[in-house]
């Protein structure tokens, strides 16, 4: 088998660096002010806008283990290319802009992009200055990558160099893309129990990715927030309290096509007969299938408490007995079949009309339900 990494067709460092994108916005969205906004692949990998209207440009660079920065890496200069042209459009000195490059490498302690790295302490005046520094490191250059660079660089006037080369952070060090869920998971869910927090990552990296895609396609022109992150993480986080079970199944539908004319389960048959229309079978097929797989979902995930689920069903089918009971009272084993069909489609109608989401929500406070019965004419089919 061809090695990845030598495969020169292969697109799986590009495909991780999307990845790898998407995973650290999300952490530092976590980590920022709740009113600061993120874009992907706007002005850069990331675009952070604060509550001031701020920007900040990051590029993202995943690299091998081992990585390291030095005054003419190719990661840095890109970056530069892409800063400069922002910082110039955007008035030079007048911009609100700066710039962050995240790697997991890490930086030379002998380049002078170590000047770069954060809580570096400041610098005296009979030291170089950043733009001395740089001028000297690309006057050894011989890349004609960097040489373009180079020249817009130069366009600059000494002050705005310094300017621009002031803006800059370099963030080494970051975490790798496998590392950002355990810490995301250790830093900003420590009010969720532990045996949860990686069902709720899950959940809320599906959201994030979904709310990226709407960006990146057009669907949505507005950065995502960080309190839309919080009160997201929130909402999931609720569902795995104490006293309530997650719902996971809400939307979900069956692989194979839902065919209520010939569908040959025993319920089925049963609506068909009290004869209701083709829309609401559909929608009774849709309950049960998501009441399955939802207590199916917190079977194998371990939420459920020994015993709950039959407690449950045994005062769900008392219930449903009762009104059966009530409904059914004055017919008789000679009754008619319209008389039949009629009472058997009022009971339904009830549990329809009084199921608040029992089909396929629970909560351990008892105002909701395992068991898809709750819709069926025959309890015992749960």
Not at 102 to 127: H, M, N
Not at 160 to 175: A, M, N, T, V, Y
Not at 205 to 220: F, H, M, N, P, V
Request: one cysteine or more.
């Amino acid at each position: 088998m061809t090695d990845q990494t030598t495969d020169r067709y292969s697109a799986g460092e590009q495909g991780l660096g999307y990845i790898y994108q998407a995973r650290l916005a999300l952490l530092h969205l976590l980590q920022l002010p709740e009113d600061t906004a993120v874009f992907l692949e706007k002005d850069d990998d990331l675009d952070f806008v604060d509550g001031d209207g701020g920007k900040s440009l990051a590029s993202l660079k995943h690299k091998a283990v081992g990585d390291r920065l030095t005054d003419l890496s190719t990661d840095f200069w890109k970056s530069v290319n892409i800063w400069l042209a922002r910082y110039n459009r955007d008035g030079r000195v007048a911009s609100n802009l700066r710039f962050f490059l995240f790697t997991t490498g890490t930086v030379s302690a002998k380049s002078f992009l170590a000047r770069l790295i954060p809580d570096q302490p400041v610098a005296s005046d009979d030291e170089p200055t950043l733009t001395e520094l740089a001028k000297a490191a690309l006057a050894k250059s011989k890349s004609q990558l960097i040489d373009p660079i180079a020249m817009a660089f130069n366009e600059l006037s000494d002050d705005e160099k310094q300017d621009f080369l002031e803006r800059i952070l370099i963030l080494d060090g970051s975490p790798r893309i496998d590392d950002i869920p355990a810490t995301i998971r250790d830093k900003h869910m420590r009010s969720i129990r532990r045996e949860h927090r990686e069902f709720v990552f899950e959940r809320l990296e599906g959201w994030w990715t979904d709310a990226i895609i709407k960006q990146l396609t057009g669907t949505s022109t507005d950065g995502i927030f960080g309190y839309e992150v919080s009160d997201k993480l929130s909402s999931i986080a609720e569902e795995y309290k104490a006293d309530n079970l997650p719902i996971t199944f809400r939307k979900k539908v069956p692989d194979e096509e839902i065919d209520t004319e010939n569908d040959p389960r025993l319920f089925v048959a049963q609506l068909r007969e009290i004869g209701l229309s083709s829309n609401r079978i559909r929608s009774a097929i849709l309950d049960y299938y998501r009441a399955y797989e939802q207590r199916s979902a917190w079977a194998r995930k371990h939420l459920l408490v020994s015993g709950e689920v039959e407690e449950y069903e045994d005062r769900l089918t008392d219930e449903w007995s009762r009104y059966k009971d009530v409904v059914f009272e004055k017919l008789k084993d000679d009754s008619a079949d319209d008389a039949l069909r009629e009472a058997g489609a009022t009971l339904y109608n009830w549990g329809v009309r009084n199921r608040k989401d029992r089909v396929f929500a629970h909560s351990r406070k008892g105002n909701g339900a395992l068991c898809p019965s709750r819709q069926l004419p025959n309890p015992s089919q749960c």
